[in-house]
């Protein structure tokens, strides 16, 4: 029998954020769109997610993701340029449909085999167990792009 409290936890900002960082370092780790189950990473999503990305990185694109669609572009050009990701730390605050998540994470490029650790700041908002809305803020966004850089340009 599930009890309020445990459903609570079940569904709360950062329990859903746990099961989808694990979900996304899976797909990404299995060579992302065409390679990996995007429907893994889908289950966790809002039907109306958007996920506002800064400009000047590699994966930007149009910098707002919106819907499972674009949330799945996103991750296809994300994987296009991360053969991994790992998560060293996180930390997190917040409760019930919002939380602030601060994640300290590695990153190794396809494209030229570096690494970069690098730390994010995410504003998440969920519903109903899903994410809804993430903006995810980059300490160091040149250090990002540098690392998928083609060295010879």
């Known amino acids: 029998m599930t009890t309020a409290l445990t459903q609570h936890r079940q569904d709360d900002a950062w329990a859903v954020m746990e099961r989808f960082y694990a979900a996304e ?54 994987s296009e340029l991360w053969e991994s990701m790992e998560f060293l730390e996180q930390e ?35 519903r109903d167990g899903r994410m809804l809305e993430c903006r995810p803020f980059y300490w160091d966004p040149t250090g990002v792009a540098t690392a998928c850089a083609d060295p010879a340009m």
């Open 25 to 78: 370092a899976a797909y990404v780790a299995a060579g992302g769109y065409g390679a990996a189950d995007y429907a893994e990473v889908a289950v966790h999503l809002d039907p109306e997610v958007v996920l506002h990305q800064a400009p000047g990185l590699p994966f930007t694109g149009t910098g707002t993701w919106r819907g499972h669609d674009g949330l799945e572009r996103f991750l296809a050009r994300f």
């Open 92 to 126: 997190h605050w917040g409760d019930g449909d919002t939380v602030v998540v601060r994640n300290r994470v590695r990153f190794r490029a396809r494209a030229t085999g570096r690494d970069v650790e690098t730390e994010i700041l995410q504003l998440i908002r969920v």
